[in-house]
């Protein structure tokens, strides 16, 4: 079931450019997804990659889960701030991006 979490080298690593093997940065990751999912580009070989449906659910499961914690619990205020604080700092960990298909077949 988590399988999605485990990545070629090891657990929740940052993702490598499926084309080249360039090892994407943490912060080139948040700069694409703060923009409602932009694709990432791959600075050596310009590949596009897409986010999949998958990730994409997680981060609405995650949502979902840190509205939950504000309605039920009575820290409300301080468990969404600190569940949405951490949601945004491992999110680079997780996220899985796809190369898109058609800038993948120019490099090819």
């Known amino acids: 079931m988590l399988e999605f979490l485990v990545r070629k080298g090891g657990f929740m690593g940052i993702q490598k450019c499926e084309a080249c093997g360039y090892q994407f940065r943490w912060k080139e990751i948040q700069k694409a997804i703060r923009w409602y999912y932009k694709p990432l580009v791959c600075r050596k070989c310009d590949t596009e990659h897409r986010i999949t449906i998958r990730t994409r659910m997680l981060v609405v499961f995650l949502g979902s889960l840190i509205m939950v914690l504000l ?15 951490l949601v945004i700092l491992f999110f680079p960990y997780f996220v899985q991006y796809k190369a898109d298909v058609k800038t993948k077949n120019k490099i090819l």
Request: zero cysteines; a neutral charge; hydrophobic letters at 55%.
């Open 71 to 85: 309605i039920k619990t009575t820290f409300q205020l301080e468990i969404a701030l600190l569940s949405s604080i």
